[in-house]
């Protein structure tokens, strides 16, 4: 697919400079917790685990048309984590991401935040299903929900 590559170590801040972003624009209104959104989260030391081997490049592939818009992680049949950063959302690399995921890694499964509505939206356009499992999520008193692609087993 075109522009989407296997994620190298030199993508390391730019990979962790787009998760940082996204996540607090995407979950600060949800979790209401400064303390973890400007404080344990940032970008330097998320970058440094990767480039020292803390947190594994190796199922994550970036979308790069002469730089890092985003990244999915996927293994074991499930999308783990899709983000694109912030300024590029809404011009479909989100979409490509996981259609590569889907097509390429036979990732058909993943969980959400039950009250990221925007996330739960995208999916579902994309064919994603709520399949009526729901657990919290660790360490939060939020709850997250199972989605599936219709080709999933």
């Known amino acids: 697919m075109k522009h989407i590559r296997k994620a190298a170590p030199q993508d390391a801040s730019r990979i962790a400079e787009i998760l940082i972003f ?21 970008v330097l030391p998320l970058a440094l685990d990767y480039l020292e081997g803390r947190e594994s490049l190796d199922h994550v592939w970036v979308y790069d048309d002469a730089f890092v818009r985003g990244m999915v992680r996927a293994e074991n049949g499930e999308v783990k984590e899709l983000y694109v950063d912030p300024f590029f959302q809404g011009a479909g690399i989100g979409g490509k991401l996981l259609h590569f995921a889907v097509e390429r890694q036979n990732a058909r499964r993943l969980w959400v935040l039950e009250k990221n509505r925007k996330a739960i939206a995208f999916y579902a356009a994309r064919g994603f299903l709520p ?3 729901r657990e919290q999520e660790p360490g939060t008193p939020e709850y997250i929900i199972k989605m599936a692609h219709p080709s999933a087993p």
């Open 22 to 42: 996204a996540k607090r624009t995407a979950y600060r209104s949800i979790f209401h917790n400064d303390a973890v959104s400007f404080g344990e989260m940032q």
């Open 131 to 133: 399949t009526g499992e």
